[in-house]
């Protein structure tokens, strides 16, 4: 198995995952998934995850739910589809920071 790698700093993914061990389970889109170790995680727990990266060739978790992403663009998807929207290391890198939280 590869070990994918994590594309924030120490801790984030593990605070994050803390947090969502709360909440009912359900579906998640997590963007920009990078390799894919947040989502591979996530999906331990019992979420339905959908990964989308700008390089999609990059997601090396392949699950079958995996597509091109661009945070600048209008999410291609219906609205309501996932239960949970996670962008860790990826708003900080877009022009329109206002744009994607209102995709999410």
């Not at 079958?64 to 890198?93: A, M, N, S, T, W």
Request: charged share 30%.
């Amino acid at each position: 198995m590869v070990d994918l790698k994590k594309y924030s700093a120490e801790g984030i993914h593990e605070k994050v995952l803390e947090c969502m061990e709360e909440f009912p389970r359900g579906s998640a889109l997590d963007v920009p998934s990078g390799q894919g170790a947040f989502s591979k995680e996530l999906e331990r727990l019992g979420y339905k995850l959908f990964l989308g990266d700008i390089a999609r060739q990059n997601i090396l978790y392949q699950n079958g739910r995996c597509i091109q992403f661009d945070l600048e663009k209008p999410f291609p998807f219906k609205e309501r589809v996932f239960d949970y929207g996670v962008c860790i290391e990826g708003i900080e890198h877009i022009e329109n920071p206002h744009h994607l939280v209102k995709e999410f």
